[in-house]
């Protein structure tokens, strides 16, 4: 009995997207990485193809962190110390695409300037051949003192320059369009405010597939599920035919997973949360899966192990 | 606990120091409530509005909040009455109180109101007088005056069933005989179809063919402005207006502060009497003009928000503040004068009229009536912005109405300079797209004070479409001006030079005006959205939008739709009503029939609470952009921004 | 074709009685748009509306019920695609297989320790919700179901051929398991066992095809309680496959596959969580996992909750301290609400200030600190808890408790519900926290 598969058909595309630049494009990356361009809800292929499947990001810093899991720092041992080292280690782990976030303060406890920064950034990209994202330390002026001569000193990288925010993203934008860059745009789980930054960008004049967006997340257990609908609905705005809604999405389940406790600390938690190492992983894999299921182009991730298992689910989802 | 001396200086006169004796930790509000010394306190003593600053001149005391007050104040040793305590003996210094403006805009819209087609006292009215002559008693009939008085109403009026209050009872003896057993009754008929025995309210003796005029008031009570009509019930005809500060607004600018005012110990009360005050105030001014005498008002009817109403009649309101927001009564029944404190005739009937919630209360069904939406098969769109802001959509067939909080921010309150559309108030602005310069138009002419509602309206739409502001409302500081500056609270934008104002001080607006300003319209809007997606109509087909309450009088459609206020529809369907609730009380005192429109109102509007799911928090977050997340929603804006 | 309350009303009697427990006909009808209240609660609706409105009411996925003990698993009843558009219903049921060639000992052991895992989640016990008991030896299926049953009282899905299916359901009594599978070769025969014992039935098939022609098959044959296995294969497969039944259903109405479905997730090295977690998100019924363990049951336990919450509820943040920027025990605490975008606006202005700060959040019911306030979530009882429960008094040695500025009515009564507290009042705007920071405190 043949059953008529009722197929969805969309007049809406999420805007391709390629990041980082080869020799030949003006910058100096080994290859490049392309993303975007669905026009279905994520992986459904008996709708259409994947054009470009998710990509998983590592995230290193510019020194080691003091405040991460000690999982973490086991894992990644010595290089933590270099980002140089941390991002051919992150290369070598699986990494599409190095995430490099700055830090308020130099390893020695002094405010960073912009010198370091962009000592830093040459560094990673001199270490290693994948298309860089850069977050600011995150306080408005220092993210625009640090992202602008960063900006100038790898024009024609095609790196992302983050973080946007509404508050925050006319110096940011200017510079990335002035140097060839990429933007990303962070808002806090909410659709409008996810579409209302993209139209302050765009109103500036930055090109459509030259805009990231990361809705944010929360992590499994601590809010996955805000995240996880605002996904959906972005990604269904944007098939409709919602231009404002119709960029990549970034999230960073790494960044969040390592906050919770159950993935930061084996100690003085109760025994009905099993063991550490694979909880953790999982608490940091399931989070990062699920949310590649509403719809995210790039998950930023931190473990080694998570990365290698998220990949392998990419790589299922996209067997029909 | 040890007792302090608290000793109060006015500012203001140069009287005698007022002392009292308090204990350790008393609230220096407190203190001066106590002791008779008047501090202002609009926020209801919530430490909100900074208006109750004392400066201690001698002794200690501790301060829970230092909002609104430098460091440099601070170590002056100002300090805001309803935040600190008493530690030590003291010496308070109270600045002169602040006059509220009282200035009040008059009411345009009255003088086109029209008497009722077809207005006839002796039918329309549930107000009758009726003329008696009874058998006078002998030896042989002992019948007493009460029995022989409703003999007289039975057989010569039709009416089986009479009752009166203890007031009128006291005078029926003398009021017979002085008029030997012809008498002239004042009644009231209303409800007398279900069971209702017909009330006496005044018994003269004799029948004289000119009897004293019969005066009746309608009454709207706002959370700012009280508002009474003086009506001739004979012949229906508006003999004097009346508006004044609602007597509560020191006690707290909004209907929450009042709430939280009336549950602190005798705040109820005083609320009570503080209304009834300016009830009485405005009746005896009213009177005044029109040349009567309050003894002679034998009617009121009355509309308010749900709150203004449990106030008035003493009722704690408490419960209308949390959740599900539930009044203690929506259709109250009547009352005398007497029973409420007011200074008309003791026996006067006061008439409250219905509301549907704890936020949509009479105030809204007696606009409703009288704006005529109830009786147009015209989908109509219906708002009264106050200090809330109020929807109905709806037709003949069904209503629906919701609340949203929009809060003070367009009668300029929540905005640093911002003011009450009074004389000094910027009320107009134009800026220039490439030089950015403001053009500005001032309330009497003179130099600006500050910007009121209209103003600010216009303020935000000009600064949206000359670029200075981004969609988001984020002034563009990389602009070639000198007017945006980055200030302490983010970008601003000067509006007036300090040697262009009265005040000696920049006229600015900062951008947590803005948000104030953006969550302000965002709500009213929201309010409109969830309203019909809710009943599944799409909102731009609304045939008219009616605008009630002061708010809509000198508001410019054009500039209130392009920062997304309104809704982007031809400018023809708007109409401005101006107040729709007084002149609904108008409507239902004179007309019975009226009346019971306004109950059916009231039992068949729909109420909508916004807070109990997240459909308007939706709409609400798509609405705070300028003009709206969703540009499509205001073709006429997008047409404009896309101008070159 | 979804109506819109205007159109429901005009089907109802408009007569605003009451009855239903909504004020006017047009409230009742909205709801009735929302799905959230059933038409049986109008007691005068005509019967041409009934019928009318019936139609955009019935549930499009069959619920199904597996029982044992006092408890019971449902599955179905859904009727949206995406959580937003309303709500996800009936979670999942998480089930561990047990196979019976393990042998009675082994099985107790594995039982026993499943059965008794709970874990907490905000304040939640959370609980594995059965097992599949699966005949892998057909001698040693009575004895595995004896050794099962000693140790759990919760639901269980039997799997086995039709022999085994029916020794088994002899040895149960007074519940009422899902049977696995009815399959083309043996579809007669479970059906029989399912009527007869009133049980639910999983079908198995090849494609969607082969599942309809089943379904249809066993409704003639009288089994309308059954339960679709999509089978196994690549995560993209399964996918397209649960997305296609769920369409079907509920955009189509096609009741064939109106019905839920089961998953088996046996992947190894890890994988087994993402399959199960895939299926969590994307509409399966039951979720049978090949193993226990608390680190793969406890994030998927906590998936499953996170995905089935009520999305129309405003979104919040967890009530809780967070520290930010690694503050100290003299740090100050500053308190606000769980509402989200307060709680992004305060934690991004305290963290641009650089400065160390312990950020009490309060359960406000998700509400803004006005709001919260004005509807009372967010009172000086509210906040003397939270300061309580969380145990920051531990953390801190200078006890200064700051309260957003537009609650500093409150900063009295929570000085007397704090003794050692110093209450400060910081301001109304976020955006001020940091110039409050630095010269305030």
Known sequence: MPIEIPKDKWPGTIHTVTLGATNGEGGTRSKTVTFGGETTMPFLQFEAPVPHKPVVAIEIKDHKPEDWSLLLAEVWGAAMTDPAEWAKAAENAGADIIVLALSVNDENGNPTTPEKAVGTVKKVLGACGLPLIVFGPGQVDLDNELLVPISEATKGERIVLGICEDKNYRTIVATAMANGHLVTARTPMDVNLSKQLNILITDMGMPADRILMDPTTGALGYGIEYGYSVMERLRLAALQGDTMTQFPMIVTPGFEAWKTKEAKVGEGVPGSWGDWKERSINWETLTAVSLIQTGADIVVLRHPESVKRVKYAIEELLMA | MTDHKIVFKQGDNNGEPIAINLPTGTLLSEAAKQAGVEVGQPCGGQGRCGRCVVQVTQGSIRRRSVLRLTSEDVSKGFALACQSVVETDVEILVPAQEKIERRLTTDRSVADVQIPAGYDFSWSQSIRVVHLNLTPPSMEDQTDDWSRLQTAFRIQAGYNRVSCSIFVLKSIGIALRNGNWSVTAIVDVSDQESGIPVKLISLKPGISGEVEPLWSLAIDIGTTTVTVWLVDLTSGEIKARASEYNGQIARGEDVISRIVYAGKESGGEELQIKVVETINKLVVSACKRAGATPDHVYKAVIAGNSTMIHLLLGIPPSSIRFSPFITTINHPPRFTAQELGFNFHPDAVIDCLPGIASYVGADITSGVLSSGMYATDKLTLFLDVGTNGEIVLGNQDWLVGCACSAGPAFEGAGVVDGMRATEGAIEEVWVNSETFEPTIRVIGGGKPKGICGSGLISLLAELFLAGVLDKAGNVNTTLDSPRVREGDRGGEYILAWKNETATGKDITITRVDIDNLLRAKAAIYAGFSVLSEQVGVILEDAEQILIGGSFGKYINVEKAIQIGLLPDVPWERFQFLGNTSVLGTYYALLDSEARQKIKDIASNMTYIELSADNTFYEAFMSAMFLPHTDLNRFPTVKAALNRP | ?441
């Open chain 3, 1 to 441: 074709m979804a109506l819109s309350g205007i159109q429901i009303y005009k089907l109802l009697p408009q007569t605003n009685c009451k009855e239903c427990g909504f004020p006017t006909c047009l409230a009742f009808a909205m709801k009735l748009a929302a799905k959230q209240v059933e038409l049986s609660a109008c007691p005068y609706v005509s019967e041409g509306s009934k019928t009318q409105l019936a139609e955009s009411s019935a549930p499009p996925i069959r619920l199904i019920s597996v029982k044992a003990g006092g408890l019971e698993v449902k599955a179905g009843n859904e009727t949206v695609m995406f959580r937003h558009e309303k709500t996800f219903f009936n979670r999942p049921g998480l089930f561990v297989r047990v196979k019976s060639s393990l042998g009675v000992e082994a099985i107790k052991d594995l039982v026993t320790k499943a059965d008794a895992y709970k874990v907490n989640y905000v304040g939640m016990d959370l609980v594995v919700d059965g097992f599949a008991v699966e005949a892998d030896e057909e001698a040693t299926f009575t004895e595995a179901i004896k050794a099962v049953r000693s140790a759990t009282k919760r639901p269980l899905i039997l799997i086995g051929n039709e022999f085994a299916i029916k020794s088994g359901l002899d040895n149960l009594s007074g519940e009422n398991p899902l049977v696995y599978a009815a399959n083309e070769a043996n579809w007669e025969a479970m059906a029989d066992i399912a009527k007869k014992y009133s049980t639910s039935l999983v079908v198995a098939g090849e494609s969607l095809d082969d599942l309809a022609g089943l379904t249809e098959k066993l409704k003639v044959k009288g089994c309308e309680d059954l339960v679709l296995d999509l089978g196994l294969g690549h995560l993209g497969n399964r996918l397209a496959k649960s997305t296609q039944i769920r369409r079907l259903a509920i955009k189509k109405n096609f009741r064939t596959l109106g019905f839920p479905s089961i998953t088996f997730a046996n992947g190894h090295d890890g994988q087994d969580a993402i399959e199960a977690a895939q299926a969590i998100g994307k509409y399966s019924g039951f979720i049978v996992l090949d193993r226990f363990a608390p680190d793969l049951f406890y994030p998927l336990l906590v998936l499953r909750q996170n995905i089935y919450t009520d999305p129309q509820k405003p979104i919040q943040v967890q009530p809780g301290i967070y520290e930010i920027n690694s503050p100290k025990a003299d740090s100050p605490v500053l308190v606000t609400t769980n509402f989200s975008i307060t709680y992004f606006s305060v934690a991004n202005e305290v963290e641009g200030s650089g400065l160390p700060v312990w950020l009490l959040v309060t359960d406000a019911e998700g509400m803004s600190v006005l709001t919260a306030w004005a509807a009372g979530k967010f009172d000086s009882e509210r906040i003397a808890k939270s300061v309580k429960e969380f145990g920051i008094s531990d953390k801190v040695t200078k006890k200064q408790l700051v309260l957003p500025g537009h609650v500093a009515v409150l900063s009295g009564e929570v000085e007397e519900e704090l003794p050692g507290w110093e209450i400060r009042v910081g301001p109304r705007e976020a955006v001020d926290i940091p110039s409050f920071l630095k010269h305030a405190l």
